[in-house]
């Protein structure tokens, strides 16, 4: 089974540009979150989707964050536009229900310069 | 809100000796998880150790077990026999039991060095 991939593994944008992570879950898992570690800081929570509908965002740092999750299956998290505090790792991770293990992807590396 | 601290940015332990990582945590909530996750460099975090705040008992699983103690809200992480493969971030977390609220909350990781 494969597990919760993340595109792309680093990405280094300009200031002010636009730039989209994508998110795999684990196939069957209902749940989908988005978790951003900030310059060695605590991993904080973004949003949760179950299926395409997003259950909370109450993480979501401003307007310039747009997630989606079109079908209920893979997810994107867009930056538009980019700025330098928004450089750190972006996880994202997947559940079957919503008491059961979430499992990580590898993460993606954003350094915004 | 719920907030997880962890005290100690680094460790280090020599091979096949034993270690404890700290985590306290607050909360108002009876109903809730605490976790350990394990992030080897480059590499998923895993999880390593769940705990369901209802038990009494401290959670094992092989060489890694918890000390619960729910009435002084910690949750620290001992690893017996360290392997050099034990080398990586541990983050503790906090999840409440209420689904629709099962966000993690993440302490801000202790990074564990295993000296040869």
């Known amino acids: 089974e494969a597990g919760v991939t993340q595109f792309p593994s680093h990405s280094v944008i300009e200031k002010g540009q636009t730039v989209t992570l994508r998110c795999d879950p684990i196939?069957?898992?209902?749940?989908l979150y988005w978790y951003r570690r900030v310059m060695g800081k605590e991993i904080k929570f973004l949003l949760h989707?179950?299926?395409?509908?997003?259950?909370?965002e109450s993480g979501m740092p401003n307007n310039r964050f747009l997630a989606e999750r079109t079908g209920g299956t893979y997810s994107t998290l867009k930056v538009q536009p980019a700025e330098l505090e928004d450089s750190g790792v972006y996880f994202c991770?997947?559940?079957?229900?919503?008491?059961?293990?979430?499992?990580f992807g590898q993460g993606t590396r954003l350094t915004v310069v | 809100a719920q907030t997880v601290t962890q005290s100690q940015p680094e460790m280090s332990v020599q091979e096949a000796e034993t270690v404890t990582l700290s985590c306290t945590y607050d909360?108002?909530?009876?109903?809730?998880?605490l976790f350990w996750y394990k992030q080897p460099p480059s590499r998923q975090m895993i999880l390593v150790i769940r705990?369901?705040?209802?038990?009494?008992q401290n959670a094992t699983e092989n060489r890694f077990s918890v000390n619960f103690q729910k009435a002084a809200k910690s949750f620290s992480l001992k690893i017996s026999d360290s392997q050099l493969g034990d080398a990586a971030m541990y983050f503790c977390?906090?999840?409440?039991?209420?689904?629709?609220?099962?966000?993690?909350?993440f302490g801000q990781g202790t990074r564990l060095t295993i000296n040869p």
């Open positions: 991770a997947s559940s079957r229900t919503w008491n059961t293990e979430a499992f």
């Open positions: 196939s069957g898992h209902d749940n």
């Open positions: 989707f179950v299926k395409e509908s997003k259950q909370d």
């Open positions: 909360t108002s909530e009876s109903d809730y998880y």
């Open positions: 705990q369901e705040a209802y038990k009494q």
């Open positions: 977390a906090y999840r409440r039991d209420l689904q629709g609220a099962q966000k993690l909350v």
